[in-house]
């Protein structure tokens, strides 16, 4: 990963809202939240919520689908794995102590 892409993605998250909406993008999972829901679920207004998942999908943490009428956000597991492989790289004088990701234990959906 480029520093330049670390940094970005970094930047990103360094703000209240859009760490707390990044946050509640992984715990929700892989399918993602429509934007009204998650609009409720951080208690912001929805031009509010527009404004920092743009941030978020500028940097690639963030994915957007259009469902009918609404717009489902998802967080990008793979440009989140690759910023914590960035963070733990030179972990430990590169004597490889940082956590292995754990396998999944769900089914991914086809």
Same mark, same amino acid.
Not at 31 to 52: C, D, I, N
């Given at each position: 990963?480029?520093?330049? +892409? =670390?940094?970005?993605? +970094? @930047? &990103?998250? &360094?703000?209240?809202?859009?760490? =707390?909406? $990044?946050?509640?993008? %992984? ?9 009204? *829901? +998650? &609009? =409720? *679920?951080?208690?912001?207004? =929805?031009?509010?919520?527009? $404004?920092? %998942?743009?941030?978020?999908?500028? /940097?690639?943490? %963030?994915?957007?689908?259009?469902? @009918?009428?609404?717009? %489902? ?20 004088? @590169? ?14 959906? /086809?």
């Amino acid at each position: 990963m480029e520093l330049s +892409l =670390a940094l970005e993605r +970094l @930047g &990103a998250l &360094a703000q209240e809202t859009r760490l =707390a909406l $990044f946050r509640r993008l %992984v715990q929700q999972g892989s399918e993602g939240l429509p934007a009204g *829901a +998650l &609009a =409720a *679920a951080l208690q912001v207004p =929805a031009p509010t919520l527009s $404004f920092h %998942v743009a941030q978020l999908e500028r /940097s690639g943490l %963030v994915t957007s689908q259009r469902s @009918g009428r609404s717009i %489902v956000y998802s967080p990008s597991f793979p440009a989140m794995q690759e910023l914590l492989s960035y963070l733990y790289e030179n972990c430990c004088q @590169g004597s490889g102590c940082a956590p292995r990701p754990r396998k999944s234990t769900r089914k991914e959906k /086809s």
